[in-house]
């Protein structure tokens, strides 16, 4: 996954010394019919409405729901599902990371290899490892 403006400044002021930092406690995935970029916001991404869609919590630790990060990479350490879907929720193109049930800042996004098209009675789920968070120059 890629980061956002939002990401980049938290981790290089941290990391610089300017200000200090306090990761969320938890992220929330979302689903995005919409193309996601750097500068993309909570506000702006365009994520599915209605049919049981919500994002989904998860909890931010290593022991819980991340594996430990090498060479700038790391996965998630467990399967995260979605609701299953009581309406078309669309043709989903990204998959994101926010520090927010709804709105908030998006961190990490990525697009998805093949777009989903997610019809009635429907169950999103992506398998322990699916999704790689990378910092890369």
Known sequence: MSITYVSANKI??????????????????????????????????????????????VINTKATSFNVAATGALTNKIAIEFAESSASWGTITYVFLADAETTGNIYFFEALPVAKTVQDDTTVLFDIDALTFSMSN
């Open 12 to 57: 290089l002021d941290y990391n610089l010394g300017a200000t200090a930092y306090t990761p969320p406690s938890s992220y929330w995935l979302g689903l995005s019919t919409g193309v996601i970029t750097v500068d993309t916001t909570g506000t702006t991404v365009t994520e599915p409405s209605g049919g049981a869609y919500a994002r989904v919590e």
